[in-house]
């Protein structure tokens, strides 16, 4: 898939699994029962990381993809397979408490427990730094899916149970994994996607 129509289909597969994941933390904000000001608190703490995580992870993905040139390809199949698989295996009462620690933290504690939330984040920025994509496009993806999507998590998350938010980091974990292992073989057998 070369030119515009493909560079979009690459970064849609991309900022697909980074929105179902986004969904399921937002979707822990609405179970956890916050009360109004924690969850506007809480949302615009969250936004931010979500929304900034990947902008720093393609910042350095787009140094790193210089730095190791032709191997970047290969580099970012490794990330999306290694990330696919964590959250394919990561316990989601770990999410959960961080979550629900988040609504009662301030100061330098908000930036520890941003930052262990949105981890998987900046892995996919950092993929799509590595796959070279541009800054402006990926920016406007990241930030449209990580504001509507969170929206609607919040929105459905204390009508949803447990079960349909793991759910869906568990389908952001495979996406993740398949497209990773689709990135290796395009890379092995030539394909340009």
């Known amino acids: 898939m070369d030119g515009p129509g493909g560079l979009l289909v690459k970064l849609l597969l991309l900022v697909v699994p980074l929105g179902l994941d986004t969904f399921a933390v937002a979707a822990?904000?609405?179970?956890a029962g916050l009360q109004p000001h924690q969850r506007l608190r809480v949302s615009a703490i969250f936004t931010?990381?979500?929304?900034?995580?990947?902008?720093?992870g393609l910042i350095v993905g787009r140094l790193a993809s210089t730095a190791i040139g032709h191997y970047a390809d290969f580099a970012a199949a490794v990330v999306l397979i290694g990330l696919g698989v964590f959250m394919l295996v990561s316990r989601d009462d770990d999410d959960q408490a961080g979550v629900e620690l988040l609504?009662?933290?301030?100061?330098?504690?908000?930036?520890?427990?941003g930052l262990s939330i949105s981890l998987d984040e900046l892995a996919i920025g950092f993929t799509l730094g590595l796959v070279r994509a541009p800054l402006l496009l990926a920016l406007a993806l990241i930030a449209g899916q990580a504001f509507a999507v969170a929206q609607l998590g919040l929105t459905v998350g204390s009508r949803i149970g447990g079960r349909a938010r793991e759910g869906a980091e568990r389908l952001a974990g495979g996406a993740l994994v398949v497209l990773g292992i689709g990135l290796a073989i395009a890379r092995l057998t030539g394909v340009s996607i």
């Open 103 to 113: 609504s009662r933290t301030r100061g330098l504690a908000v930036l520890g427990l």
């Open 28 to 31: 822990a904000l609405g179970v």
């Open 48 to 56: 931010a990381f979500e929304g900034g995580m990947p902008v720093a």
